[in-house]
């Protein structure tokens, strides 16, 4: 069982920046590839960004490539979202999830662990 809890989420501009944070507990957080996800309102959620266990591989959505940088500390057992040129298209709840298999998946359904969300809302 892995728990997981998201913070930084805020209000800003458009153009901002905003960086989120995922502090994991239980079992060992390297173990895991980890993943960005976000929900807006009556929409889907949709895959952010995703990290290998080793922090070697990531993959982005087209939507943010370019903005949106994931990374990992697996001794401090914290996963992050540096998230730069923010825009009203990024307004969603965001959520960290923790995936126990070896490769990195853009699919929610693989991951098996989740937090609670945090609220990032972009005004123009």
């Known amino acids: 069982q892995v728990q997981l809890l998201e913070s930084g989420g805020g209000l800003v501009q458009a153009g901002d920046s905003l960086r989120l944070s995922c502090a994991a507990s239980?079992?060992?957080?390297?173990?895991?590839?980890m993943g960005w996800f976000r929900q807006a309102p009556g929409k889907e959620r949709e895959f952010v960004a995703a990290i290998s266990w080793c922090g070697g591989r990531t993959a982005y959505a087209d939507s943010v490539k370019g903005r949106f940088t994931i990374s990992r500390d697996n001794a401090k057992n914290t996963l992050s979202l540096q998230m730069n040129s923010l825009k009203p298209e990024d307004t969603a709840v965001y959520y960290c999830a923790a995936d126990r298999r070896s490769i990195i998946s853009i699919q929610s359904r693989y991951y098996d662990y989740w937090g609670q969300g945090t609220q990032v809302t972009v005004s123009s």
């Open positions: 239980g079992r060992t957080f390297n173990n895991y590839v």
